[in-house]
């Protein structure tokens, strides 16, 4: 069974461009989750999708973050435009069902605004 | 406000002693809690978790971890350290309620020959 995969795995963009980064999650997985972790700090939460609706996503930071997942399978998280602070090291990962207290992690996506 | 705290940021010790890594959370509840580890280049990788029950729990690779309720910590160990275990351990916690992990801010951990 293929794991949770995230696409670039680095990403090295000027400030004021855009970026999209994609996450595929195990299949089956209803929730997908987005983390971030900047430089130094702890690894934060983003947004929650429960198939393709948004659970909560009372951690994206801002409206230059757009996350989707349509068809409930990917999702895709959109930074646009990208700002030096947006650099750091995003996660995704998914689980079945609320319930399941295990969620499994991609590789991460390190994102570096130049 | 539910938080985990790594004490130590980072931390060194030579191949074949033993290991052990702070984490303290803060709860109105008992969570459920994670050590998870990131190797170089590899995604977070699930060591062990802690729901209910026995307060001793074994994890992959050889680490366990405690549940101390009157500490409010959920320590790691390895009674000796391989040089593969050179990595980044990230406590966390769940909370059932917001459906989030909270991370700690992670510890380093270098093994010296």
């Known amino acids: 069974e293929a794991g949770v995969t995230q696409f670039p795995s680095h990403s090295v963009i000027e400030k004021g461009q855009t970026v999209t980064l994609r996450c595929d999650p195990i299949?089956?997985?209803?929730?997908l989750y987005w983390y971030r972790r900047v430089m130094g700090k702890e690894i934060k939460f983003l947004l929650h999708f429960v198939k393709e609706s948004k659970q909560d996503e009372s951690g994206m930071p801002n409206n230059r973050f757009l996350a989707e997942r349509t068809g409930g399978t990917y999702s895709t998280l959109k930074v646009q435009p990208a700002e030096l602070e947006d650099s750091g090291v995003y996660f995704c990962?998914?689980?079945?069902?609320?319930?399941?207290?295990?969620?499994?992690f991609g590789q991460g996506t390190r994102l570096t605004v130049v | 406000a539910q938080s985990v705290t790594q004490p130590d940021i980072h931390i060194t010790v030579s191949e074949g002693a033993s290991l052990e890594l702070r984490c303290n959370y803060s709860?109105?509840?008992?969570?459920?809690l994670f050590w998870y580890v990131q190797s170089p280049g590899q995604g977070l990788q699930l060591l062990l978790k802690?729901?209910?029950?026995?307060?001793l729990v074994q994890g992959i690779k050889g680490f366990e971890a405690e549940f101390k309720r009157s500490q409010s910590s959920f320590n790691l160990r390895k009674p000796s350290v391989h040089w593969s275990d050179a990595a980044e351990y990230f406590c966390a916690a769940f909370s059932s309620n917001t459906g989030k992990l909270i991370f700690g801010q992670g510890t380093t951990l270098q093994v010296k020959p």
């Open positions: 990962a998914s689980s079945q069902d609320r319930s399941s207290t295990e969620a499994f």
């Open positions: 709860y109105g509840a008992t969570p459920y």
């Open positions: 299949s089956g997985h209803d929730n």
């Open positions: 802690y729901f209910s029950g026995d307060t």
